[in-house]
């Protein structure tokens, strides 16, 4: 993503805050530190200002040991939004635009990840529904990636290679829609 908008001619620096296992806000009781909700703010502080604010999260919400369904889901990441925008950032930086990206839904977990998603492909169903209703009441942006690609090919669940680049490429689009709209208040 960070390629594609500086070859449009975009000053970014993507910032990746990523975490394998992470759930929307739920506990892993095997990995330690996997709830999203959890440091958030303090995440949000130390990298502000930011210009955008972009949350991929939910596929690890449907792992079998969770009872997870899509609205559960979409109320995690209806949290995260809420822990962003009661970040402590410093008086007079702009909060940052929020683009909510719903992520490629599970299909027939298979191999290491079978046992670990079993059921989430039928958990899942309804997400993208589900996350697009909590961007638009909550006023960010939405994203579906499951309109540039599917889970991953291997595993049903991850991306594959080419998938991460086919998604980054199309995210770009809709960041640079949002970086070109009104000023957030800093330069980017």
Partial sequence: MEDALVSRGLNVRV?????????????????PGRNGRLGLEQRIEIHSP???????????????????????????????????????IEPGMPMPPILIVAPPLLHEP????????AGGDGKCAGLVDAYRQVAESLNCGFFDANT?????????????EDQHSALGVAIADAVQVILSGPSPGISV
Avoid: Y
């Fill in 15 to 31: 910032i990746e805050d990523c975490l394998n296992g992470r759930r929307t806000v739920w506990d892993d009781p095997f990995k």
């Fill in 110 to 117: 298979r191999g290491a990840m079978a046992q670990k998603f």
């Fill in 148 to 160: 540039v690609t599917t889970s991953s090919r291997v595993d049903g669940v991850h991306l594959d």
């Fill in 50 to 88: 930011l210009a955008l604010v972009i949350l991929m999260l939910g596929t690890n919400d449907f792992q079998s040991i969770h009872g997870n369904n899509a609205w559960l889901s979409a109320q995690g990441i209806a949290s995260l939004v809420e822990g962003i925008r009661k970040a402590p």
